[in-house]
């Protein structure tokens, strides 16, 4: 099954309904339009790849934790993106940011990096597995690349990590912050 590879303090966060907003450019082994959602569900691989505490806020430091080397990663969540956009203003920024671990200032530098990819904004509807899965790392899950392939049997149920109701709220303050 796809998997997205985020860090790993931000799939905690968004297993824990403190998050909903992931903010991406694609990674240098992405094609050159940049990052892009597919339709349906994909999983959720946390990597510390890249993951660096003094690019999280204060209160999300903890998440960023080393796991042993060549551990197998837990696969404990899968998603459905619910929207997405570019991000494109200052304002944008600032109006995410409660969505989200990052601090502004590296949204901003995230932003500033390769200005001929937009950096997207997608809010992830997130589901908490019923049966978590392992996967052994491997180098084809090695690299800065966003989509890899998780191999985890399916099919993958589970349950809303946020009710409809408060989904649909953030949902819809996703979209005005896009807006500005």
Known sequence: M??????????????????????????????????????????????REHQDAAHL?????????????????PITSYAVAAGEGAVESDAAIAALSPFHVWSDEYVRSRMEWMPQRPLRAAFLRVY????????????????????????????????????DAESGRRLELFGEALAR
Do not use: N
């Not at 860090?7 to 309904?17: C, F, N």
């Not at 049966?131 to 191999?151: F, K, M, N, Y």
């Open 57 to 73: 806020k204060e209160r999300f430091r903890a998440l960023a934790a080393p796991a042993p080397e060549g551990a197998p990663v």
């Open 2 to 47: 796809r998997a997205l590879k985020e860090w790993a303090s931000a799939v905690g966060a968004l297993e824990g309904g403190e998050q909903t907003v992931v903010l991406r450019k694609g990674g240098i082994l992405d094609p050159a339009s940049g990052l892009a959602f597919p339709g349906g569900e994909f999983l959720l691989y946390p990597t």
């Open 128 to 163: 908490a597995m019923d049966r978590p899965a392992e996967v052994a790392p491997g180098p084809e899950h090695a690299g800065c690349r966003s989509w890899i392939d998780a191999a985890v049997p399916e099919p993958v149920r589970g349950r809303p990590v946020l009710g």
